[in-house]
């Protein structure tokens, strides 16, 4: 463990930053409590040139008539206007209301913007500010926020959770779990338009799925069928589909090749099958079978591309005896789905097994589901991000990881059981896993987070009001800084010394963690508070990590290769993620590029950001 108690060098620079947390201060007059209670948009992402629809909610408190106001919009990159839009609104004491306005943001591609409302008073005080944010982009792939469903029952209010996803700018939806068979997804046709079984014996109903479908792409959110890649219901030989004995997999070598002996899954009493059986994924012949079954799908219900589960399997035999690499043949199988399908295709590589072939290949993205036997700590995330970064810059990663995966399945037997989530650990995942470029498929189903792999298990642990907010935050910041935090962005070298507080280099408990990064002309600076843990196991099943204790006036002294022309803060755990610029004192030349911060607190996750007088390749 590398620990830096005391700042050492030269100090060219020095740079302090007091607090000084309220952007705005309520306004005298009108004497009234102001407050913007909600900001929405009406889309996750939104293409170059296209108007964004803002909704902005205000309450006015009690004690005062009627009185006219205004509302100013500010599109914001590192805390630089980018265009301004004011629109009146009239408020009235005691009530509240809802007001709309429109902007079109700059029509560049693949921007994120930081959006400040502000309420004026008639002579421009400011009564209430409030933020979020904006993703300029024509793809969902390049800043992905993946989110899921995996409930369809007839009495689901369908448009009101994908309405509180679009909240979290949740570009991309999972549907976990809706289809008939693994090895048929399609429907019936005489179940087509009115209901089936999924695989637990659970109702998808047509108008619940079509629903979610159709809010879905209202807000521009990709919509991903979920299938496996390689496998087929226990009577899939009998059934009629046209599945072949010869297409299966088995796990010995010598084995008879009969259906008793096939390489199975097995599931829990009840379900509409006894096991999964394992085919060939490397068999072209089952590769068509699974792409023309998966086009029947796609021409029955709308979706926009596969998500192409797999279950951790490395390996089988085929009926030859031969043995059959399943992580070796997955880009394979997905250029093959893309190409047959022509939609986009999104793949799981558990354990992040063949996740850097797989960033070669057709899928729109990289995605990993991590589990602790090999990816057990925040700086294992770190490696597994930094691994993808490495081999394919032009792909984008998500993490898929439950916080609390023991607990949850231990809370599947008591389904009348209700626990929280334990924030801290929620929020310390987030902020490595985003720090690290990537982002983390973890809500859904409205307003619900994942604890664990069989997405439908997630009404154990619940979301609380205050994690809700926090989240809302986080995400909201995610998108305003995606040009920094991911877009290329990717590890480097130069030397971090924190001045008064335990430092890690390496992710180790009871230290506050610098991560160093850089893209095109910009040094971040990542701080991650970890001064509270005594382990740093990303996997919180005791619910016993802590709220890290604030640190104040945390002094970073920071050696870089070059001088700077801007320097600044940013946290989603303050001032709604507003970028804090520091002023630039002239810097003796002869004594090297130091800076010297002082951070005013640190509570979970805080960035700097350095922007270099020249700019690496």
């Known amino acids: 463990m590398k620990i830096h108690k005391n700042l050492r060098g030269r100090v060219v620079a020095t740079i302090a930053v007091w607090l000084a947390l309220a952007v705005n201060t309520l306004a005298a007059s009108p004497p009234v409590a102001v407050k913007i209670r909600q900001i929405t948009t009406d889309k996750a992402r939104y293409s170059p040139g296209e108007a964004v629809r803002v909704d902005i909610e205000i309450a006015t408190g009690a004690g005062l008539g009627a009185f006219d106001a205004s509302v100013r919009l500010q599109l914001q990159d590192l805390g630089q206007t980018q265009m301004t839009t004011q629109s009146p609104v009239h408020l009235e004491g005691g009530k509240t209301v809802h007001t709309q306005v429109r902007l079109t943001p700059p029509a560049v591609d693949y921007r994120g913007y930081r959006l400040e409302v502000r309420v004026l008073a008639a002579n421009q005080d400011v009564l209430d500010s409030s933020a979020t944010a904006i993703d300029v982009s024509s793809s969902w792939a390049r800043f992905p926020r993946y989110g899921y469903l995996a ?7 369908a448009e009101q959770w994908i309405a509180e996803m679009n909240r979290f700018h949740l570009n991309g939806v999972q549907f976990y779990d809706f289809q ?31 629903a979610f ?16 890649s390689y496998a087929a219901y226990a009577d899939a030989f009998h059934d009629g589909s046209g599945v072949e004995l010869q297409w299966a997999a088995w796990a010995d070598a010598q084995a008879p090749r009969s259906e008793a002996t096939v390489k199975s899954l097995p599931l829990p009493g009840g379900w509409a099958t006894p096991h999964l059986l394992y085919m060939n994924q490397n068999d072209p ?3 068509n079978y699974i792409n023309s079954r998966m086009g029947e799908l796609f021409a029955a219900l709308p979706f926009d591309g596969w998500h192409i589960d797999t279950f951790g399997e490395r390996g089988a035999f085929a009926w030859d005896g031969k043995p059959i690499d399943y992580v070796a043949g997955f880009p394979a199988f997905v250029n093959a789905a893309s190409a047959a399908l022509k939609r986009p295709v999104v793949f799981n590589t558990v354990h992040g097994n063949g996740q850097i072939a797989l960033s070669h290949s057709k899928v729109e993205f990289v995605y990993s589901e991590l589990w602790p036997e090999d990816h057990a700590t925040y700086a294992s995330m770190l490696s597994a991000a930094d691994e993808v970064h490495s081999a394919s810059p032009e792909k984008s990663l998500v993490f898929a990881a439950y916080p609390h995966g023991k607990l949850s399945e231990q809370l599947q037997k008591k389904p009348d059981t209700h626990i929280p989530f334990n924030l801290p650990a929620v929020l310390l995942e987030d902020a490595v896993i985003f720090s690290a470029g990537a982002s983390h498929i973890e809500l859904g189903d409205g307003s619900r987070m994942l604890s664990n792999p069989y997405f439908p298990a997630d009404t154990g642990i619940v979301v609380t009001q205050d994690l809700r907010e926090r989240m809302r935050s986080y995400y909201d910041f995610l998108v305003a800084y995606e040009n920094y935090l991911r877009d290329g962005a990717k590890s480097a070298t130069f030397r971090v010394t924190l001045g008064n507080a335990a430092q890690t280099e390496k992710g180790e ?3 506050v963690w610098t991560i160093t990064r850089e893209k095109n002309s910009y040094d971040l600076v990542h701080l991650i508070n970890l001064t509270g843990l005594k382990r740093t196991d990303w996997r919180d099943d005791a619910l016993d990590y802590p709220a890290p204790p604030v640190l104040h006036n945390l002094h970073v002294q920071v050696q870089l290769p070059s001088g700077v022309d801007r ?14 610029e520091l002023m630039l004192p002239e810097a003796s030349p002869a004594v090297g590029h130091t800076y010297d911060v002082v951070v005013p607190e640190l509570h979970y996750w805080t960035v700097l950001v350095f922007h270099r007088t020249y700019q690496t390749n």
């Open 151 to 157: 409930h369809y029952e007839a009495d689901i209010p």
């Open 180 to 210: 008939y068979k693994h090895h048929l997804p399609r429907p019936p046709l005489q179940l087509l338009n009115s209901a089936w079984p999924d695989i637990a014996m659970r109702t998808s109903s047509a108008s619940t799925v079509r």
């Open 213 to 228: 479908l159709d809010s879905a792409k209202k807000h521009n959110m990709k919509t991903m069928a979920y299938n496996a």
């Open 285 to 287: 012949r089952w590769q």
């Open 509 to 511: 408990a009871g230290a």
């Open 567 to 580: 320097i600044g803060w940013v946290s989603p755990d303050m001032d709604e993620g507003a970028w804090h």
